[in-house]
């Protein structure tokens, strides 16, 4: 089982920048486990935003983020780090992240909910003048 806990969110004018952090902790191992980055709007489905492999070699964004967004780890401190640039309105939502036991999603670009089994309690982002 792994535990995991968001932190960073806030509010911040269009165009600033945020990094939120996903602490891990539990009998599992971190470096066992690809990491995502998923944000949910109100209204709106939860929908993936980028994704890391166990070991950090592979990343993944989906394209609204590409370029802005900067995903990471540090399995030695078993975190995990969604760095954010250039943020707008439309980034306005809860982020979570959440663990998936293979690196399959991450290899091939997709967020599938039900393949990451373990969820944070989400961080709030928003992005407002």
């Known amino acids: 089982q792994l535990h995991l806990v968001e932190s960073g969110g806030g509010l911040v004018q269009p165009g600033g920048s945020l990094r939120l952090s996903c602490a891990a902790s539990g009998p599992s191992l971190f470096h066992e486990y690809a990491i995502a980055w998923f944000r949910q709007a109100p209204g709106n489905e939860r929908e993936g935003v980028s994704s890391?492999?166990?070991?950090?070699?592979?990343?993944k964004y989906v394209d609204a983020v590409k370029g802005r967004f900067t995903i990471s780890r540090d399995n030695a401190k078993n975190i995990a780090y969604l760095q954010m640039y250039n943020l707008k309105p439309g980034d306005t939502a809860v982020y979570y992240c959440?663990?998936?036991?293979?690196?399959?999603?991450?290899?091939?670009?997709?967020?599938?909910?039900?393949?990451?089994?373990?969820w944070g309690q989400g961080t709030q982002v928003t992005v407002s003048s």
């Open positions: 959440a663990a998936a036991p293979s690196d399959f999603d991450v290899l091939v670009g997709r967020f599938p909910l039900d393949e990451y089994h373990y």
């Open positions: 890391i492999s166990t070991t950090g070699g592979n990343t």
